[in-house]
């Protein structure tokens, strides 16, 4: 059975360059541009992991994970690096990657992480 990831980002570029990274027999991607569906979907459906972006248009990740009501590792992708040394981030999120994608980091933190890869 694949390994399932989330990803939302408020970047569709970014969402498509994520799941032709990712995505494999191994691992099975949904992405969302959309905090409110993906928050949703993490609570009803949840995923093995869950990458957020963490500036999205409406709100932040930050945002976002504080809503997700589900035991699940939650990873934040940034650019901005400040955003790391917030004492609040290290609480809520497994990992936190800067963009762009470190992806070999990022595969060994789902292989870690579930066990399935």
């Known amino acids: 059975m694949p390994v399932k990831v989330y990803y ?3 970047e569709i570029d ?6 032709d990274t990712f995505e494999s027999s ?4 949904s992405t969302f541009d959309d905090p409110e569906k993906a928050i949703h979907a ?10 957020i972006d963490y500036r999205l ?9 504080l809503r997700i009501q589900v035991d699940i590792p939650i990873v934040l992708l940034t650019a901005d690096s400040n955003v790391a ?10 990992a936190i990657f800067a963009k762009p994608f470190p992806v ?6 789902i292989e870690t992480h579930t066990n399935k890869v």
């Open 8 to 10: 939302l980002d408020d």
């Open 14 to 19: 970014l969402l498509s360059v994520f799941t």
């Open 26 to 29: 191994n691992v099975q991607v």
């Open 42 to 51: 993490v609570n009803t459906t949840p995923p093995d992991i869950f990458f």
């Open 57 to 65: 248009p409406t709100m932040t990740g930050i945002d976002v994970a």
């Open 85 to 94: 040394n917030d004492p609040q981030t290290k609480i809520l999120f497994k």
């Open 104 to 109: 070999a980091e990022m595969e060994k933190f």
